[in-house]
């Protein structure tokens, strides 16, 4: 079992700052990317930012500069510190992890885990 839970949502105003959490535990034995998607309502999900095992990090486009993701390796944990916000930054946001996970003889390679989400409300 692994859980991937978020936190850190709200409501903000144009401008505002908002940093996100997520948290990974559960039988993981190595993670290879933890990452954060966002969808806005009627909108595809995109992916925001996610950093790697080696410390490389991909961010969206309409973010940088305003966005930095971070991990602390040793808890499992990645986070979203979110400034300047825009009502366009209005959306659920998920956290993804890719890891290698299992147990007592059974295991999973490369596998996606997602959380159940976090709304980001940007609004005056």
């Known amino acids: 079992q692994v859980q991937v839970v978020e936190s850190g949502g709200g409501l903000v105003q144009p401008g505002g700052s908002l940093s996100l959490s997520c948290a990974a535990s559960?039988?993981?034995?190595?993670?290879?990317?933890m990452g954060w998607h966002r969808q806005a309502p009627g909108k595809q999900r995109e992916l925001v930012a996610s950093?790697?095992?080696?410390?490389?990090?991909t961010i969206l486009d309409s973010v940088r500069g305003r966005f930095t993701i971070s991990r602390d390796y040793a808890q499992n944990t990645v986070n979203l510190q979110m400034s300047n916000l825009k009502t366009e930054d209005t959306a659920v946001y998920y956290c993804n992890v890719e890891a290698d996970t299992g147990s007592g003889g059974t295991y999973q390679y490369r596998r996606n885990y997602w959380g159940k989400g976090t709304l980001v409300t940007v609004s005056s």
């Open positions: 559960g039988s993981i034995s190595n993670i290879y990317v």
């Open positions: 950093i790697t095992s080696a410390d490389i990090k």
